[in-house]
């Protein structure tokens, strides 16, 4: 009788082993499957160059704007050049949120560009930051902003001589967002900057302009 329980004790302790290895082994499995599911599903942004569209903006940056997603893509594009270039950098995700920008060379000045945005804008309050004679615009709580670079290019139509020109970055969010408030706007701005020194630079703008690594927080204003 004795040898009998023994022999079904044992055998109890062996079922209770197996049930603790399978739900391990359950565990194990779940885990594996959220790791697959956070490196093949949200990462996407994360696969992108580390600097997007010709190399002109920080991978890192972007990330800091867009909500994860299963995969990205990005592509800029240049058309004409000098006085009438104009150029596009677009980063596009699978969950429908995406950064898109145009900058333009045009014949504007400071005080016409800002009349205009502050018309043309909500009623939200406008902040600003420069850095000499660029500056950079968005309102709170949007995901929204404008860049100005006075430029001079090597070749102006004789009917814009005495114009006032600029390379200009609109840049702007479609969808959802990763940052809000300020730190978005501090984001978008700091994206649209790098882009505008960039096509500064494919403009062929005239004299030498010395582009700080980066403009002034919107915090320290």
């Known amino acids: 009788m004795g040898k009998l329980s023994w022999s079904r004790e044992k055998a109890a302790s062996r079922k209770s082993v197996k049930v603790v290895l399978f739900g391990l082994a359950i565990l194990c499995a779940a885990g594996i499957s959220g790791f697959a599911y956070v490196h ?50 677009h980063v596009t995700t699978t969950n429908n949120s995406s950064l898109l920008s145009e900058t333009r060379v045009r014949p504007i000045s400071k005080a016409d560009w800002l009349k205009s945005y502050s018309e043309n804008g909500g ?27 006075p430029c001079s290019p090597p070749s102006i139509p004789s009917y814009n001589a005495s114009e006032d020109y600029a390379v200009l970055t609109r840049l702007w969010v479609d969808g959802d967002t990763k940052a809000t408030g300020t730190p978005l706007g501090q984001a978008l701005t700091d994206i649209a ?6 096509v500064h630079k494919l403009a062929e703008c ?14 320290d204003r």
């Open 40 to 89: 093949f599903f949200t990462k996407g942004l994360e696969n992108l160059p580390s600097r997007v569209c010709d190399g002109t903006v920080e991978r890192d940056l972007v990330i800091q704007v867009l909500p994860p997603a299963r995969s990205a893509d990005q592509w800029a594009d240049r058309q004409n050049s000098r006085a009438d270039l104009t150029y596009y950098c």
């Open 123 to 149: 009623t939200n309050k406008i902040i600003h930051t420069t850095a000499d004679d660029i500056e950079a615009l968005t309102q709170l709580n949007s995901d929204y902003v404008e860049v100005y670079a």
């Open 193 to 198: 900057y790098q882009v505008t020194k960039h």
């Open 206 to 219: 005239q004299g030498t302009h010395d582009f700080p690594r980066e403009l002034p927080r919107y915090k």
